[in-house]
């Protein structure tokens, strides 16, 4: 099992940026792929970024390549996601998720571990 926490959600103006910390723990995660994922009101839950945690191999969903960054940290073994120039359009619940995968997965079938969500708001 894995659990996995997230934080760092909040309300912040268009072109603003904010972190996102996902603090995962139960067993270890070094074969395993962390991702993120949004989902807006109305919406189906969309890919934003993933990341191996072994090699560190990123890939970004176009809407926010440029923008945002995932990144790892093995000691504390949490995945960040530092998200820049924030558009209303972002506007969203951001869901942590881990899965069990060689290859970087972009859907949502293929992560078996969730988080709770944390809500992101920007305004225009």
């Known amino acids: 099992q894995v659990q996995l926490v997230e934080s760092g959600g909040g309300l912040v103006q268009a072109g603003g940026s904010l972190k996102l910390s996902c603090a995962a723990s139960?067993?270890?995660?070094?074969?395993?792929?962390m991702a993120w994922f949004r989902q807006a009101p109305g919406k189906e839950r969309e890919f934003v970024a993933a990341?191996?945690?072994?090699?560190?191999?990123?890939n970004y969903a176009d809407s926010v390549k440029g923008r945002f960054t995932i990144s790892r940290d093995n000691a504390k073994n949490t995945v960040y996601l530092q998200m820049n120039t924030l558009k209303p359009e972002d506007t969203a619940i951001y869901y942590c998720?881990?899965?069990?995968?060689?290859?970087?997965?972009?859907?949502?079938?293929?992560?078996?571990?969730w988080g709770q969500g944390t809500q992101v708001t920007v305004s225009s």
């Open positions: 998720a881990a899965g069990n995968t060689i290859l970087i997965r972009i859907f949502a079938k293929d992560y078996g571990y």
């Open positions: 139960g067993r270890t995660l070094s074969s395993y792929t």
């Open positions: 990341i191996r945690w072994s090699s560190g191999s990123t």
